[in-house]
């Protein structure tokens, strides 16, 4: 049984950290699981297909790697991990009807053929930060968010729920998803008498608005989308050191803690591909295992079967499942709020979910 899996953020295969010790060994675990169990009858071997998306890329160079893996005949299709490409892919599933899980985070990233594994959420997250930011008493908030689809999405729906809750925008800034520098931006926010700080995007600036209210000496709250996983890269969280984020993996999750435990992962080591790995892993196994037929119809349907699978992502109870045009994976409180204090992730304790 072959599935494919795209990389959409780099030029070639071998370039992408998610092979190796990422989350491309923790599927394989759960597909080995289910083989060994005796519930899939033959080996899964995995093709994979790289083309360097937006916004450091292109949508063609997507367009390509998915017909590529079509080509080659897969019964399934993992990603693409960024909410751009997966808008672009969306209509590549229908038209090839080759049932696909992207893991990004846009729930327009759905159809009949594209199933999501919601890594991060472009609607639900700002619904937290705003949560989060009310209960700290704040009252005038200023947003930096990427000119892009993404910053866009998330921006729309932060700024709805602070109206919801009556917290006032103080400002909202665009700025390019590929800057180096946000001191201009960060300055206008300042300016307008903002007493939070949040950014939203998909992260790639997300040090250089960190770095711009360090440099002033602006010490307000702050707090990003799920932009702030790429802490778990050293130097980067470094740079966010301090900040509120949302991230995917809970300290009280034991089907997490049981999976680190089986496969060695020391303690306070990087928690999020295991459980990323894994869960996109229970997701295509058990979609292969309830096929009626082994055809890309047959595993579009197998995974509308999966229910209340317990889930690696998301606190205790977060479970995983589709069903007849429901798309989103996840459900229960799947999203969590950390904050990166020296280098370490810690669960910010009481925080509103998701």
């Given at each position: 049984?072959r599935?494919?899996?795209l990389h959409?953020m780099?030029e070639?295969?071998?370039?992408?950290?998610?092979l190796?010790g990422?989350s491309?060994?923790?599927?394989?675990?759960?597909?080995d699981?289910?083989?060994q169990?005796?519930?899939?009858?033959r080996?899964v071997?995995?093709?994979?297909?790289a083309g360097?998306g937006?916004p450091g890329?292109?949508a063609f160079?997507?367009?390509?790697a998915?017909?590529?893996l079509?080509?080659q005949?897969?019964l399934?299709?993992?990603?693409?991990?960024?909410g751009?490409?997966a808008?672009v892919?969306t209509?590549?599933?229908?038209?090839?009807?080759?049932?696909t899980?992207?893991?990004?985070g846009t729930?327009r990233?759905?159809?009949?053929?594209?199933?999501?594994?919601?890594?991060?959420?472009?609607?639900?997250?700002?619904?937290v930060?705003?949560?989060h930011l009310?209960?700290?008493d704040?009252?005038?908030?200023?947003?930096v968010?990427?000119?892009?689809p993404?910053?866009?999405?998330?921006?729309s729906?932060?700024?709805?729920?602070?109206?919801?809750?009556?917290?006032?925008?103080?400002?909202?800034?665009?700025?390019?998803?590929?800057?180096t520098?946000?001191?201009?931006?960060?300055a206008?926010?300042?300016?307008?008498?903002?007493?939070?700080?949040?950014?939203?995007?998909?992260?790639?600036?997300a040090t250089?608005?960190?770095r711009?209210r360090?440099?002033s000496?602006?010490?307000v709250?702050?707090?990003?989308?799920?932009?702030g996983?790429?802490?778990y890269?050293?130097e980067f969280?470094r740079?966010?050191?301090?900040?509120?984020y949302?991230?995917?993996?809970?300290?009280?999750?034991?089907v997490?803690?049981?999976?680190?435990a089986?496969v060695?992962?020391a303690?306070?080591?990087?928690?999020l591909?295991?459980a990323?790995?894994?869960?996109?892993?229970?997701?295509v196994?058990?979609g292969l295992?309830?096929?009626?037929?082994?055809?890309?119809?047959g595993?579009k349907?197998?995974?509308?079967?999966?229910k209340?699978?317990?889930?690696?992502?998301g606190?205790a109870?977060?479970?995983?499942?589709?069903g007849?045009?429901d798309?989103g994976a996840?459900h229960?409180?799947?999203?969590v709020?950390r904050q990166w204090?020296?280098?370490t992730?810690?669960?910010v304790?009481?925080?509103p979910t998701?």
């Open positions: 049984m599935i494919g899996v959409d780099v070639s295969v071998s370039d992408d950290p998610m190796g990422g491309v060994a923790f599927m394989g675990l759960a597909i699981d289910l083989v169990a005796g519930r899939l009858d080996e071997e995995f093709v994979h297909a360097l937006l890329g292109t160079a997507i367009e390509q998915y017909a590529e079509v080509r005949g897969v399934m299709i993992v990603g693409p991990a960024i751009d490409n808008l892919a209509p590549l599933a229908d038209e090839a009807r080759v049932p899980i992207n893991w990004a729930e990233g759905r159809s009949e053929f594209m199933f999501h594994l919601q890594v991060g959420s472009h609607e639900d997250e700002g619904v930060l705003a949560r009310a209960a700290r704040v009252g005038r908030v200023g947003v968010f990427d000119r892009s993404i910053g866009r999405r998330y921006a729906f932060f700024e709805a729920e602070c109206e919801v809750l009556g917290l006032e925008l103080a400002a909202r800034v665009p700025i390019g998803p590929l800057a520098d946000a001191t201009r931006e960060v206008t926010v300042r300016s307008a008498g903002a007493d939070a700080l949040v950014y939203l995007g998909l992260g790639l600036t250089a608005v960190a711009a360090a440099e000496g602006w010490d709250p702050a707090a990003m989308n799920t932009a996983l790429r802490g890269d050293p969280g740079d966010i050191d301090g900040w509120v949302v991230d995917m993996v809970s300290d009280d999750n034991p997490l803690a049981a999976l680190c089986r060695g992962v303690a306070g080591a990087p928690r591909f295991p990323v790995g894994y869960d996109l892993g229970l997701l196994a058990e295992a309830r096929a009626p037929e082994l055809t890309t119809e595993v349907e197998g995974l509308e079967l999966v209340l699978v317990p889930s690696a992502e606190r109870g977060t479970t995983l499942g589709f007849h045009w798309r996840l229960g409180e799947y999203l709020l204090l020296g280098a992730s810690v669960e304790a009481g925080a998701a």
